[in-house]
């Protein structure tokens, strides 16, 4: 079966960000930010992550925190760029 | 080991510098180049380790900041990479005036190995070179800077206020831009924008490149200069988050480990441990 965008996104953040949680811990509603201590570099390599592994051009206009505020967020800007 | 401070003077620019250097003997030099901008800052725990750690392998080690960063003299916006080569050279003097013979090589992490690698390219003197998660491409590099500076807006005030297009137009206009408390010129600007790595001739000196990241295997882009650059150059994959992003403490100790182990197997005098895997001797110092 294929996987969720949100699942793959999650891989994406503990892989990238080296979180020392498992990807299916990361709560698709809580904050990045607040809840698993994402910062502003962080999001940035969230930024080329998005862009390497789905395929989705982040343009300047995209950088707007409420994309980036939870997995569920993400994953809507993931769909809505139409991502791979 | 016997750590000291410098000022090293090059035309009417004084470079700080610190020198680590063994108690016993010198098999070889190092320089050491450090990134720019907030990598620099983020990175200086890390490069100290690795100098003290490479010095208690025998090896005397030259860290500096380069004209216009750091605690050097000069404003940033008044230098460009020619300056910063300049730099490079007037270094590496000044450690070879302390080693009396072994080897002398350049090691540089970001932005700093690729000035290493482009010194060399323009005809620079280096034994060996040992390059750490280089800047392969100025243009993308700098846009990510610019990016970088975005997310920090963005995290501050829930978007950014300027585009990077917007910054890149007033650049092209002659205006510097802050770049997070760095004065980035046009000048600055116009000189990343032609670096490109792939675009030089292999160095000609035995060579480590290490690709720092989250992935088990090379960038797309390292791919592409292994496969111009080797065998002379030996590309390895460390996994580890990039420290020269980070504020907080990373342990950098994979990458000067197997930096060390490099060097172990080059330099007369230290333990060969990967004899059997090619590793041929550096030539002392002329």
């Given at each position: 079966?294929?996987?969720?965008?949100e699942?793959?996104?999650?891989?994406?953040?503990?892989?990238?960000?080296?979180?020392?949680?498992?990807?299916?811990?990361?709560?698709?509603?809580k904050?990045?930010?607040?809840?698993?201590?994402?910062?502003?570099?962080s999001?940035?390599?969230?930024?080329?992550?998005?862009?390497?592994?789905?395929?989705?051009?982040?343009?300047?206009?995209?950088?707007?925190?409420?994309?980036?505020?939870?997995?569920?967020?993400?994953?809507?800007?993931?769909?809505?760029?139409?991502?791979? | 080991?016997?750590?000291?401070?410098?000022?090293i003077?090059?035309?009417?620019?004084?470079?700080?510098?610190?020198?680590?250097?063994?108690?016993?003997?010198?098999?070889a030099?190092i320089?050491?180049?450090?990134?720019?901008?907030?990598?620099?800052?983020?990175?200086?725990r890390?490069?100290?380790?690795?100098?003290?750690?490479?010095?208690?392998?025998?090896?005397?080690?030259l860290?500096f900041d380069?004209?216009?960063?750091?605690?050097?003299?000069?404003?940033?916006?008044?230098?460009?990479?020619?300056?910063?080569?300049?730099?490079?050279?007037?270094?590496?003097?000044?450690?070879?005036?302390?080693?009396?013979?072994?080897?002398?090589?350049?090691?540089?992490?970001?932005l700093?190995?690729?000035?290493?690698?482009?010194?060399?390219?323009?005809?620079?003197?280096?034994?060996?070179?040992?390059l750490?998660?280089?800047?392969?491409?100025?243009?993308?590099?700098?846009?990510?800077e610019?990016?970088?500076?975005l997310?920090?807006?963005?995290?501050?005030?829930?978007?950014?206020?300027?585009?990077?297009?917007?910054?890149?137009?007033?650049l092209?206009?002659?205006?510097?831009?802050?770049?997070?408390?760095?004065?980035?010129?046009?000048?600055l600007?116009?000189?990343?924008?032609?670096?490109?790595?792939?675009?030089?001739?292999?160095?000609?000196?035995?060579?480590?490149?290490?690709?720092?990241?989250?992935?088990d295997?090379?960038?797309?882009?390292?791919?592409?200069?292994?496969?111009?650059?080797e065998?002379n150059?030996t590309?390895?994959?460390?996994?580890?988050?990039?420290?020269?992003?980070?504020v907080?403490?990373?342990?950098?100790?994979?990458?000067?480990?197997?930096?060390?182990?490099?060097?172990?197997?080059?330099?007369?005098?230290?333990?060969?441990?990967?004899?059997?895997?090619?590793?041929?001797?550096?030539?002392?110092?002329?």
């Open positions: 079966m294929n996987e969720t965008v699942a793959r996104l999650k891989k994406m953040i503990v892989e990238r960000l080296f979180m020392k949680v498992a990807p299916e811990d990361i709560e698709d509603d904050s990045l930010i607040d809840t698993y201590g994402v910062d502003s570099v999001l940035l390599e969230l930024v080329v992550g998005i862009e390497e592994e789905f395929g989705v051009p982040v343009e300047d206009d995209d950088f707007d925190v409420q994309h980036f505020e939870t997995v569920t967020a993400l994953a809507a800007f993931v769909r809505e760029k139409g991502g791979k | 080991m016997n750590v000291t401070q410098h000022f003077e090059r035309d009417d620019v004084r470079l700080c510098a610190t020198l680590h250097r063994p108690d016993a003997h010198t098999h030099g320089l050491l180049c450090p990134p720019l901008f907030e990598e620099r800052k983020s990175a200086g890390a490069l100290a380790e690795a100098a003290g750690t490479l010095c208690s392998r025998g090896c005397t080690v860290r380069y004209s216009g960063c750091g605690d050097s003299s000069g404003d940033l916006d008044s230098f460009t990479i020619r300056d910063w080569f300049a730099d490079i050279a007037c270094a590496q003097n000044f450690l070879k005036e302390h080693l009396h013979g072994p080897p002398s090589g350049i090691a540089g992490l970001r700093g190995a690729s000035l290493a690698a482009l010194h060399l390219a323009g005809g620079g003197q280096s034994a060996f070179l040992i750490w998660e280089p800047v392969i491409d100025g243009n993308t590099y700098i846009r990510q610019l990016r970088r500076s997310t920090r807006e963005m995290v501050t005030f829930g978007k950014n206020r300027r585009s990077s297009a917007d910054l890149i137009a007033d092209e206009h002659g205006k510097s831009v802050d770049l997070d408390g760095y004065s980035l010129s046009p000048a600007y116009a000189d990343f924008c032609g670096l490109n790595l792939a675009m030089i001739n292999p160095p000609p000196v035995p060579g480590l490149l290490l690709n720092i990241s989250h992935r295997t090379l960038s797309p882009a390292l791919s592409e200069l292994q496969a111009k650059w065998p150059t590309f390895q994959v460390v996994q580890l988050q990039p420290f020269w992003n980070l907080g403490y990373i342990d950098a100790s994979p990458v000067i480990r197997r930096t060390g182990e490099w060097l172990a197997a080059r330099l007369p005098g230290e333990t060969r441990h990967d004899q059997e895997q090619g590793g041929t001797q550096l030539p002392a110092a002329p």
